[in-house]
């Protein structure tokens, strides 16, 4: 996925009182980005976008 690229979901309300939300990414998202079902994610509003990025464990010398 080139940097810069932008993707339009929608959000939806967790309706738990929480006050969260869940936003549903279209597989294609998933499979060009190299993410899968259950990946942790951050989130930073960056110039008015919310960009998303993986959390990737740190590789270790054994």
């Given amino acids: ?8 979901v929608k959000s939806l309300n967790a309706a738990d009182g929480s006050g969260d939300v869940i936003v549903e ?3 294609d998202f998933l499979a060009e980005a190299g993410l899968h079902l259950g990946d942790e994610l951050t989130v930073e509003m960056i110039d008015g976008a919310v960009v998303l990025k993986p ?3 740190e590789e270790t010398a054994s």
């Fill in 1 to 8: 996925m080139s940097t810069g690229e932008r993707w339009t």
């Fill in 25 to 27: 990414l279209q597989e």
């Fill in 55 to 57: 959390v990737r464990p």
